[in-house]
């Protein structure tokens, strides 16, 4: 199956939205911006047309803000104490 450039740039811009409502904090999209470079620069996969890669990146910063919005509100709180321990002793 092959889709066409609007497909692909309706698909982005539905990532773009997304990403612009799961922002909630200024600095959440910097932590997100640059965890993901990391990410995507280890993993070397710089082939597919910009506006994919834009696509992909976006997804994936959601998904980091939408983990460091979970934390926020507390909803890991008993996991987080589960994977550290030490954190009660502070």
Do not use: F
Not at 28 to 49: I, K, L, T
């Amino acid at each position: 199956m092959s889709y066409s450039e609007d497909d692909v740039t309706g698909w982005s811009e539905a990532v773009a939205n997304l990403h612009a409502n799961t922002a909630h904090d200024p600095g959440d999209e910097r932590r997100a911006y640059e965890a993901m470079a990391n990410v995507w620069s280890e993993y070397g996969y710089q082939d597919a047309p910009i506006e994919v890669l834009r696509m992909l990146v976006n997804a994936t910063e959601v998904g980091y803000m939408a983990a460091l919005n979970d934390l926020r509100r507390g909803d890991l709180d008993d996991e987080i104490m589960m994977w550290r321990p030490d954190l009660a002793e502070k």
